[in-house]
């Protein structure tokens, strides 16, 4: 691929996604397409996994814009399932519009199909912060799905399945997870083109192999529910997955996903280890 000659600055990634949140959902990314396009199936498959007869409470490790906190809000999953979102994202701005989103579809909703939404609440959090706020603190060991999308990459592998191993219940539960594929990463990180400066704004990121997520994570406790899904470009997807952007990713796989099972013995036997 050509390489650009547009100017590049590099900020950390708090930095990068409060300058990306007015755009973020309207800059053409390919890889929100991509996402939005394979997640539902992931959905489906979580929560056959999870009990139907219980209040399900979600974790949200990543919101950002509420692109995907909004589906959880459908009927489809949040009546009567979920009782609870914690939707946690390390960008003020991010949140401001993801608050935003999830407002406006429980107003547009209210008199609908959703009697009684879960409870939402919104919390800043980094997961490279040693010290969690007391309100970060509260959460820990009280979800039974941490739903996370688009953000593993930009963390250690080890951090991303400390931070969902604090928040899900002891006795166990489920992690549903995407990421940009190490192809992509391989050549490529999350940014955006400034309009104003013309630059080309990137954060840190890391081109983590679906291996070894998968290693880390039986490491922690963790097992592979069902198949790994990835998902490349195709010319046919251009023009209709996603925009004319999508040209120079024909070929490349660009996302992975997948659910898995944290199961208590194998926590135990890590800890006695």
């Not at 991010?94 to 609908?112: D, F, P, Q």
């Not at 007391?134 to 688009?150: N, R």
């Not at 490349?252 to 659910?259: D, I, M, T």
Request: with cysteine.
């Amino acid at each position: 691929m050509a390489s650009s000659s547009r100017p590049v600055q590099s900020v950390t990634n708090a930095e990068l996604y409060n300058r990306w949140a007015k755009v973020y959902d309207t800059d053409g990314n390919i890889l929100q397409s991509v996402d939005d396009l394979m997640l539902p199936a992931l959905l489906d498959h979580v929560f056959a996994l999870l009990p139907s007869d219980l209040p399900i409470r979600v974790i949200e490790l990543g919101c950002g814009t509420g692109r995907n906190t909004a589906k959880l809000l459908s009927p489809k999953f949040s009546s009567p399932q979920i009782s609870s979102i914690a939707a946690l994202d390390l960008s003020p701005g991010m949140l401001t519009v993801a608050k935003e989103r999830c407002e406006n579809y429980l107003t547009a909703n209210a008199s609908g199909a959703l009697l009684a939404p879960p409870v939402v609440e919104f919390y800043e959090f980094d997961a490279l912060n040693q010290e969690p706020s007391p309100e970060i603190k509260a959460l820990e060991g009280k979800a039974d799905l941490v739903f996370s999308t688009l953000v593993l990459e930009h963390l250690p592998i080890d951090v991303f399945f400390r931070a969902i191993t604090s928040f899900l219940k002891p006795t166990g539960g489920y992690v549903l997870l995407t990421n940009m594929h190490a192809e992509m990463g391989r050549i490529s990180q999350a940014g955006f083109v400034d309009e104003v400066t013309g630059e080309k704004i990137r954060g840190h990121s890391y081109a983590h192999e679906i291996s070894e997520v998968i290693e880390e994570g039986r490491k922690w406790g963790f097992e592979v529910v069902g198949e790994v899904g990835e998902r490349g470009i195709q010319q046919a997807d251009v023009g209709t997955v996603v925009g004319e952007r999508g040209k120079k990713w024909i070929g490349v796989n660009v996302w992975y996903g997948f659910v898995m099972r944290f199961e208590e013995v194998r926590q135990s036997e890590r800890a006695g280890q």
